[in-house]
């Protein structure tokens, strides 16, 4: 069982960075694939990057490739969003999510434990 929680989204400027942060609770965080997903308002979540187990595979949703950085700290149990060149488009509520499995990793449908999100909002 893990709980996880979201923190850094605000309002940003396009061009600009955020940091976001999901911290999670529990002994076996390292056991966890980690995804950060984004929900605009009215649409399905969409997967933006994950990470594996010990970080030495990343993925990333075509769009953030280049502008976003997904890592992890196992030590602190902690999984970071480095989101750079934001734009407008970028808006939306960000939830991580945590599952045991690589495979499906951009399918929302396989997740089991998911946080409540942070709110990113990017302004042109």
């Known amino acids: 069982q893990v709980q996880l929680e979201e923190s850094g989204g605000g309002l940003a400027q396009a061009g600009g960075s955020l940091r976001l942060s999901c911290a999670a609770t529990?002994?076996?965080?390292?056991?966890?694939?980690m995804t950060w997903f984004r929900q605009a308002s009215g649409n399905e979540r969409e997967f933006v990057a994950s990470?594996?187990?010990?970080?030495?595979?990343?993925a990333y949703e075509d769009s953030v490739k280049g502008r976003f950085t997904i890592s992890r700290d196992n030590a602190k149990n902690t999984v970071y969003l480095q989101m750079n060149s934001l734009k407008p488009e970028d808006t939306g509520a960000y939830l991580c999510a945590a599952r045991p499995e690589w495979y499906a990793y951009g399918d929302a449908s396989v997740y089991e434990y998911w946080g409540q999100g942070t709110q990113v909002t990017v302004s042109s």
């Open positions: 990470i594996s187990q010990r970080g030495q595979t990343t």
């Open positions: 529990g002994r076996t965080f390292s056991t966890y694939v």
